[in-house]
Nanobody
């Protein structure tokens, strides 16, 4: 079983920024669409963004459009989620996941059940 690894979470004030990273030791990510999900306490896991294998198509849920940007560096086997202008409602555990059946992203929210390999999550807390 492949384990993705997220990093970059932390505590930040409203309006601040964080950049999350997702790596996959021993597994090549560059053929697959990569999704970012988040789960706040007491809430269901939510699909936040998707980035295609070639970085040519992305999807963002409405609540993060214009603030979050996903990118990837296939040479480094790393996917990023740049989060700007963070709000308290962005507080959650953030996960990255690989979709082995897709290389491109649909124009719909990423669905957790379609993703095969997951990370353990990284906590993002937005608070003053």
């Amino acid at each position: 079983q492949v384990q993705l690894v997220e990093s970059g979470g932390g505590l930040v004030q409203p309006g601040g920024s964080l950049r999350l990273s997702c790596v996959a030791p021993g597994f090549t990510l560059d053929h697959y669409a990569i999704g970012w999900f988040r789960q706040a306490p007491g809430k269901e896991r939510e699909g936040v963004s998707c980035i295609s294998y070639s970085d040519t198509s992305t999807y963002y849920t409405d609540s993060v459009k214009g603030r979050f940007t996903s990118s990837r560096d296939n040479a480094k086997n790393t996917v990023y989620l740049q989060m700007n202008n963070l709000k308290s409602e962005d507080t959650a555990v953030y996960y990255c996941a690989a979709n082995l059946m897709r290389s491109r992203c649909p124009r719909d929210p990423p669905l957790a059940y379609e993703y095969d390999y997951w990370g353990q999550g990284t906590q993002v807390t937005v608070s003053s």
